[in-house]
């Protein structure tokens, strides 16, 4: 399958900061990557679709102008949390789709602490 | 409401054992249904797929059956160890659209 990096692993900042998350798919050219969040003991929460070349679409509830996002390569889609906030501590996840497209790759993930 | 329903609770079993876990869903008629292994602070790796036309599927000591009628799929591992242990995630794509929606999860913990 494909395999897919973050940077960082993990990241501390301060209220009111912007933190980037990268997301690279090194041995595949993603058309799609999708990006979810996933707070302690729960499930993967699908937060939007980046296409390359193109605008992110976000589900419901997330917010666009909050949560930036950028797929401006097909081997690269970063995240941009602005203005991040202590509910914004989570653990970020990115995925390509393989393939067959039915299947998704994950990175590792990126933690994030907003102190 | 929509939805997807794994064991919140741990399963606990012995090495050497089949371990089953129990994915149910509701409101979906999924095309396919996957699984994915979570291990702390990563990211999930995908196991297995079955279609809707498929009854069961098997990969090494691994097997998923999927049942339409009850929405219900079973994951089981056999001859358990304790490298098992880790999050097991069902996940389905209900609008064909490669947007995938999880379910909680289940912790395995195989203990020697």
């Known amino acids: 399958g494909a395999v897919v990096s973050q940077h960082p692993s993990w990241v501390i900042c301060k209220s009111g900061t912007s933190v980037k998350i990268e997301c690279r798919s090194l041995d595949f050219q993603a058309t799609t990557m999708f990006w979810y969040r996933q707070f302690p003991k729960q499930s993967l929460m699908l937060m939007a679709t980046?296409?390359?070349?193109?605008?992110?679409?976000?589900e419901q509830g997330v917010e666009k102008d909050k949560f930036l996002i950028n797929h401006a390569s097909l081997t690269l889609s970063t995240l941009t949390v602005t203005s991040a906030h202590p509910e914004d501590s989570s653990f970020y996840i990115c995925s390509v789709t393989g393939g067959n497209s039915d299947t998704q790759y994950f990175g590792p993930g990126t933690r994030l602490t907003v102190l | 409401s929509q939805k997807i329903e794994q064991n919140s609770e741990a399963l606990n079993i012995q090495e050497g054992k089949t371990a089953t876990l129990t994915c149910n869903y509701t409101n979906y008629s999924p095309a396919y249904l996957q699984w994915y292994r979570q291990d702390p602070g990563r990211g999930p790796v995908f196991l297995l797929l079955?279609?809707?036309?498929?009854k069961e599927k098997r990969k090494e000591r691994l097997k998923v059956t999927f049942d339409t009628t009850l929405k219900q799929s079973l994951f089981h591992i056999t001859a358990s160890q304790p490298a098992d242990s880790a999050t097991y995630l069902c996940?389905?794509?209900?609008?064909?659209?490669?947007?995938?929606?999880f379910g909680t999860g289940t912790r395995l913990q195989v203990f020697p």
């Open positions: 079955i279609r809707e036309n498929e």
């Open positions: 980046s296409n390359e070349g193109s605008k992110a679409t976000y």
């Open positions: 996940a389905l794509d209900p609008r064909n659209t490669d947007k995938l929606i």
